[in-house]
């Protein structure tokens, strides 16, 4: 019912920056919710930052002040940015929604990407 693809991962040095996109498809009216996760070598899937429908915006404090969440509308798409990066950012960064005014009612379940990976390192 809903369709995340990510992309722009890729292999970056300390202190570079990537941009990875999330586009939402499928059978529903609107998102309320997009939001990043990621789950580092070893360990716990872990939210990184979220954005609303209204565009209110929250950062976990490790990517606070270093990474931005912003999000087309039109098309669906969330963007982050993440900038100054170092090699604990290292992980597979999941696109995550929820919830979604389907086209059948309003779903609650969330969903999630396939993961785009990104590694810091020099």
């Known amino acids: 019912q809903v369709q995340l693809v990510e992309s722009g991962g890729g292999l970056v040095q300390p202190g570079g920056s990537l941009r990875l996109s999330c586009a939402a498809s499928g059978s529903f009216y609107s998102i309320d919710t997009m939001a990043w996760y990621r789950r580092a070598p070893e360990k716990e899937r872990r939210w990184v930052t979220s954005?609303?429908?209204?565009?209110?915006?929250k950062y976990a404090d490790s990517v606070k002040g270093r990474f931005i969440i912003s999000r087309d509308y039109a098309k669906n798409t969330v963007y982050l940015e993440m900038n100054s990066l170092k090699p604990e950012d290292t992980a597979v960064y999941y696109c995550?929604?929820?919830?979604?005014?389907?086209?059948?009612?309003?779903?609650?379940?969330?969903?999630w990407g396939q993961g785009t990976q990104v590694t810091v390192s020099s």
């Open positions: 954005i609303t429908s209204g565009g209110d915006t």
């Open positions: 995550h929604a929820s919830p979604v005014r389907l086209f059948s009612g309003v779903s609650y379940v969330g969903y």
